[in-house]
Each structure stands twice: as C-alpha cells, then as structure tokens.
C-alpha cells in the first residue's frame, strides 16, 4: 500500500514472469466480510469491483507492475478504485468467478504514512504475479 498527495493509497501487483498476464475480470474488495467463505458467489460479488476486461491498461506486461489507486474515485479511470484503504484494512482480490481468493493481505494496523510492506500471496496471481502492497 502506497500513499501518495495525489493518488492516494495505491496497491501495486506485480508480473514476475516472462509473460503478459491480464487481471481484467478479476474482483478486488476492501471490505473484510468478503472473505466469509460461507458466502455465495452472488453475495460476494456485491461486496467488490470488478477489474474490466478488453482494456490494455489491466494487462501487466513481463517483468513489471500494474498500480491500483484506493483513491475512491474510481471516476477517474479503470485504475482508480472506489474504495480508500486505511491501516487494518484488507486488500483481496478474486478469480472472475467471484469463489477462488487469489489474494489477500492486512494491512498493519500500526503502519505510519512513511512505512512500507510487502504482502505475503496466498495464490499465484495469475500464474508468476504477486501482490505488494506499500503505504509510504
């Protein structure tokens, strides 16, 4: 998680691998009772945003990152979620199928403006991405 005078919180995942991978039709969500696993697939669903699909601004290209803004604004762009995110918060994001967590992460409810970490993935994020999350 990433805090910035202009973006606001931003969650940066990256492609570790040697191929393009695309996270259009994936859900991301803040909110923790997402999580439940006793939820249906349509009652999960409520609780996040999708990422679209068909634009080339989701597709992470090899070797690099893809930056998501918790700026709650998601008006201005594909990139820009309607959530803020704030120390013990979570962050998971889900297959399109809105069952499979491919990861989650708290985020420290200690963590200052000027300290960072890194996520710890729980899934492969397609195949050789993983997630960091920074507050800086």
């Not at 989701?58 to 704030?86: R, S």
Request: with cysteine; charged share 15%.
């Amino acid at each position: 998680i990433g805090d910035s005078t202009t973006k606001g919180a931003w969650i940066e995942i990256q492609n570790t691998s040697w191929g393009t991978q695309n996270l259009g039709g994936f859900y991301i969500t803040n909110d923790p009772s997402a999580l439940d696993p006793n939820l249906s697939a349509p009652e999960r669903i409520k609780k996040m945003r999708l990422i679209p699909t068909g634009n080339p601004a989701t597709a992470i290209t090899p070797q690099n990152c893809l930056l998501l803004y918790a700026d709650g604004q998601e008006n201005l762009g594909i990139q820009h979620l309607k959530f803020t995110l704030h120390p013990g918060d979570i962050v998971a994001i889900y297959s399109g199928n809105g069952v499979s967590l491919i990861d989650s992460v708290a985020i420290p409810a200690d963590i200052g403006p000027s300290q960072s970490f890194d996520g710890a993935s729980v899934a492969p994020l397609p195949p050789h991405a993983t997630t960091v999350m920074r507050r800086s």
